[in-house]
């Protein structure tokens, strides 16, 4: 199982169990996003939905490419990329709180995961960043339409997708992407953010949450998200993008 599922008095932890792979997504992986976002809606007695990784050097490092690169086509990217895309979207929309409690480094598409979430606690030690760049295509499963919605100066988003490195967690934290920084062990860190939250009723988070939700649906966020999914299928299939993937495969090698 690459994947873990617990729940601690309504506080569900998704845990990446891919160490050994930097916890990159795979299938199996969606699956298993699927089934605790399956679960959560069925379930009245969920409060927080917490995303993490296991082991200490990585939160998700998006995408395994040596499983998706196989994908050629823009079709067949595109097939990967909104699979994955319509997962983050029902993770986004969720009623409940979601947390990314980033013990490693989140880059390329696990840091649209953390970025689809509401909070990011982010570890001192640890970097992230939108990498795709580096790759030759944009972010694919809709990270890039979150990443605009979550408050931050319109500048440091986009320099942040422009960039395509990773930033230390200072200046994830000063220009709005971190929630918060945290020493120490990971499960500490969320106990004391979601301290006070546990005190009120969860019809009051829900409600609140309904307000954004409310906004994002006006504003048609599922079409902008495939929109953005759509041009990093045509890009998936250009030769720059086939030619840096295969310089990245044959450097970690």
Request: aromatic share 10%.
């Amino acid at each position: 199982m690459v994947y873990k599922i617990e729940n601690n008095e309504g506080v569900i932890t998704f845990t990446i169990d891919r160490a050994e792979k930097r916890n990159a997504v795979n299938d199996e992986v969606m699956e298993g996003f699927k089934e605790v976002i399956t679960y959560i809606k069925g379930n009245k007695d969920v409060r927080f939905l917490v995303i993490t990784g296991a082991g200490d050097q990585a939160f998700c490092s998006g995408g395994d490419l040596s499983e998706f690169h196989q994908l050629k086509t823009e079709e067949q990217a595109f097939g990967m990329l909104s699979k994955m895309g319509n997962i983050l979207y029902d993770l986004a929309t969720l009623h409940v709180p979601t947390i990314a409690l980033i013990n490693g480094a989140a880059v390329g598409g696990g840091c649209e995961i953390a970025t689809a979430c509401d909070f990011r606690l982010v570890a001192s030690r640890v970097k992230c960043g939108f990498i795709q760049g580096t790759l030759s295509i944009t972010s694919g499963w809709g990270g890039g339409t979150y990443l605009f919605e979550r408050g931050l100066p319109h500048d440091r988003a986009l320099k942040m997708l422009i960039d395509s490195k990773k930033y230390n967690a200072k200046l994830l934290y000063e220009i709005g992407w971190a929630t918060s920084i945290f020493e120490g062990p990971k499960e500490q860190a969320l106990e004391e953010f979601i301290g006070d939250m546990r005190k009120i009723h969860p019809d009051v988070h829900q409600a609140y949450k309904g307000i954004e939700l409310r906004k994002w649906k006006e504003s048609n966020i599922y079409e902008r998200v495939m929109e953005e999914i759509r041009l990093c299928a045509k890009l998936w299939e250009s030769d720059a993008h086939n030619e840096a993937v295969n310089r990245f495969l044959n450097k970690s090698k």
